[in-house]
């Protein structure tokens, strides 16, 4: 009989092609697929090249894969620490309900406290009531007060060249 409980390890090179499928599912859940640009080989240069600047968990359900975790290293210069960001966190619909989610935030936490981590932290688009309620019940709380920037695209490109003039 197989064994109900998930099963969480850290994702190999042999997994590309899986975490871009999982990273495409969660895109199209969050109705931002026209925003994927990933592809297999940029997924495997980042994550698995001369310096991987992520690290990934698959879930595993009754030997199959069922869900993953994408994070990173962030640092706080006010605790003088690293911190654990978790980028993406997504289950299958036919694995929900069944502790696949919980078990990748109790791997990511034990994770940080290994890592002697200050803090754990991740965002989450304001419609999606039922995460928000499910990290909410583990302990997570939001960050009040803060707003988070992103520059990216072309901007990104005239930042880099010099900035707009803001004067």
Known sequence: MADPA?????AMEADVPLLLGFIRDLADYEKLVHLVEADEDRLRRTLFGDIPR????????DGRPAG???FFHSYSTFLAKPGLYLEDLYVSPEYRGQGLGKALLKRLAALAVERDCGRFEWSVLDWNEDAIGFYRALGA???EGWTVYRVDGAALTALAEGGKDIS
Do not use: K, N
Request: aromatic content about 10%.
């Open 68 to 70: 993953f975790a994408l």
């Open 54 to 61: 992520a690290e990934a968990l698959i879930a595993e359900m």
């Open 6 to 10: 998930p099963r969480i390890r850290f």
């Open 141 to 143: 709380r939001p960050v």
